[in-house]
């Protein structure tokens, strides 16, 4: 089964960290990220931009309405991601609990993923 692990942290928090602060967290994430490759785990994972550059969209009245930036405010933003292949929701939980960013403040989001259909893939395949 495959598993979603959404990585939140706070951005302000984030920028005000040191260099060797952020290079310690990034070393930790690119061994962290060998490891899943390396288990087999892994699947797909990137970094995301900040909320700065986001943008929503939406539909009003039956017209589609783009807005800068995130969709709500919150303490904590979704910053990345890792989705990986695990047995069941034990794993996924052991895998999430070895993220860097738990050990700085943020925290993982583990969402298992819905298998998509073969009618829908061969749908999606037109």
Known sequence: MQYLLLIHDDEARRANRSQSERD????????????????????????LQPTSTATTVREKNGRT???????????????????????????????????????????IEVRPLVPMSESLRTAAAR
């Open 65 to 107: 309405v783009t807005t800068d930036g995130p969709f709500a405010e919150t303490k904590e933003q979704l910053g990345g991601y890792y989705l990986v292949e695990c047995a069941d929701l034990d794993e996924a939980l052991a895998i999430a609990a070895r993220i860097p960013s738990i050990h700085v403040g943020g925290s």
């Open 24 to 47: 310690r967290l990034l070393q930790a994430y690119g061994e962290f990220t060998q490891e899943i490759v390396k288990s087999g785990h892994f699947r797909a994972g990137a970094q």
